[in-house]
């Protein structure tokens, strides 16, 4: 799936939405093709269409379907009432119910206003990846001393997570580019391994030098001195930049100030919200215990053994050396 050449995780084509199945990565490359609103509230909330932008794009072209099936004769109440599940389907990532808000907004408009709104939301997602991207990669050179880096990053936060271009690993992939780049340590990413599936699957396509580490093994790679700056994404960021990230984030920002090593979150303004006053107010989802307790094969044997399984976790903005968006280093109030 390419749009202008370059692979796209989420698309419209002919009628209904297109997307690339990030369960089955990375030993299958398959699309799946959403025709109900129903189909795509499943298929995000098992991870087949995932990462915050890329949410987003769904939350766009998921009410485009919904008016796709309702427009004649025009439905916006049934329409409003499918845009209403699907933004409750994961309640971490604001990108999601931005998108979904973007279009109700047009919803008067009638069909022919959500086709427009859809097409320029996913355009503003790809051109505010591309810039903070670049922008992210700028505040790293400049922020370290060293000339090739050693990068540590976290889950997924390429194309497959942000419908084309990456947040942090697009900055790690323009690091690349300018030479600028030793190696990225990735982490697996418990416990649906985002890293070690889709991150190393990206990187390795894109012949970059990276290393897979358990998660609990980045402490001591920064205790060891091999990591210069920590690039990581975010789901949602409050106004005092307190940020929602994949759980193990916040362990992460810990080891890296403990070791004085920069730690950088790169994400859209799409991203940040502003109504949200601390972390304290961000929605954190808890997934089911089997994603815990099972990897193919049941890892517990005891049957009253309780799971807690949060999907993501909150770190505290003083523990965060800058957000880069498309816009630069983000200021809260400016
Ligand atoms: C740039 S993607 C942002 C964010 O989304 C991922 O979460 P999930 O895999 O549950 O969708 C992860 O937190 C990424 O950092």
Not at 121 to 146: H, K, P, Q
Not at 216 to 223: D, E, G, K, L, P
């Amino acid at each position: 799936m390419t749009v202008d050449g370059e692979p796209q995780s989420v698309l419209w084509q002919d009628g209904c939405i297109v997307a690339v199945d990030q369960v089955a990565l990375p030993h299958h490359e398959r699309r799946i093709r959403i025709t109900r609103v129903d189909q795509l509230i499943a298929t995000v909330s098992r991870l087949a269409i995932r990462g915050a932008p890329s949410l987003a794009a769904a939350g766009a072209l998921g009410v485009l379907l919904s008016a796709h099936s309702r427009r004649t004769p025009f439905d916006a109440a049934g329409i409003r009432a499918d845009a209403g599940r699907l933004a409750a389907a994961r309640p971490t990532a604001v990108n999601l119910r931005w998108a979904v808000d973007r279009m109700l907004a047009v919803l008067d408009g009638g069909y022919p206003a959500l086709e427009r709104e859809a097409d320029a939301i996913l355009g503003e997602i790809v051109t505010a990846n591309a810039a903070l991207a670049s922008a992210t990669a700028d505040f790293v050179c400049a922020a370290t001393a060293r000339h090739r880096l050693r990068v540590l990053t976290h889950c997924n936060t390429g194309w497959l997570a942000t419908l084309r271009i990456g947040t942090a690993l697009g900055a790690v992939l323009r690091l690349h580019e300018r030479g600028r780049l030793e190696r990225v340590y990735c982490t697996e990413t418990r416990p649906l391994l985002q890293g070690a599936r889709l991150t190393c699957w990206e990187l390795d396509r894109a012949e970059v030098p990276h290393a897979l580490l358990v998660d609990s093994a980045a402490a001591a790679v920064m205790a060891r001195g091999a990591i210069d700056c920590v690039i990581v994404g975010a789901d949602r960021i409050a106004a005092n930049r307190d940020t929602a990230n994949k759980v193990g984030t916040l362990a992460l920002a810990i080891a890296a100030r403990h070791h004085g090593i920069p730690f950088v979150v790169a994400a859209p303004t799409s991203t940040i919200d502003e109504a949200t006053p601390s972390g304290a107010g961000i929605p954190i989802e808890h997934r089911y215990a089997e994603e815990v307790t099972h990897f193919g094969l049941e890892l517990t044997a005891p049957r009253r053994t309780e799971v807690e399984n949060p999907a993501f976790d909150v770190t505290p903005g003083e523990l965060v050396s800058a957000v880069i968006t498309e816009h630069g280093v983000y200021r809260p109030g400016g």
